[in-house]
């Protein structure tokens, strides 16, 4: 499994998260400056860019559970039919743990670099989703205030 396959988000999944993200945020300016109903809108917003962040990092949550149990599902189809094959032609008990072993192996090196593309994947999409919607969030009212009387 290549790192590339290991990543939850592909690039088009990000660029879609990251448009409707800059949506919202346009909408919140536009709304704001509007006064469509007070000006707070940018802020609500950020709210909802934090929202949109906490839900990609849920889907990611999802997505590795669901990447890990494919994972473990080849790994036991693997080992039954290692298993069989092995018994069948031989009787050494040896030769069938050796290979059990091997698919042990792999199935922990394939493991851990899903688990490393799942980690970047999780630190910088949802991390830059949350930063950038907390501080929209928290100063939104203050940028459209300044931008207002500029």
Known sequence: M???QASVHSWR???VIWA?????????????HIRFLGHEWLSRAGCAVVILGLWAALG?????????????WRRRNAIIRARAALEARENDPDAVER??????????RRAEVLAQGLKLSLGVQEFS?????TFIWGFGDLLI??????
């Open 2 to 4: 290549s790192p590339r």
């Open 13 to 15: 999944q990000q660029a």
């Open 20 to 32: 409707a993200a800059l949506a919202i945020i346009t909408a919140g300016v536009y709304l704001s």
């Open 60 to 72: 990611s949550i999802l997505q590795e559970r669901v990447l890990l149990g494919n994972l473990r």
């Open 99 to 108: 290979k059990i072993d091997e698919i042990e192996d792999e199935f922990e």
């Open 129 to 133: 989703l949350l930063t950038t919607g």
């Open 145 to 150: 205030e300044y931008l207002m009387y500029q």
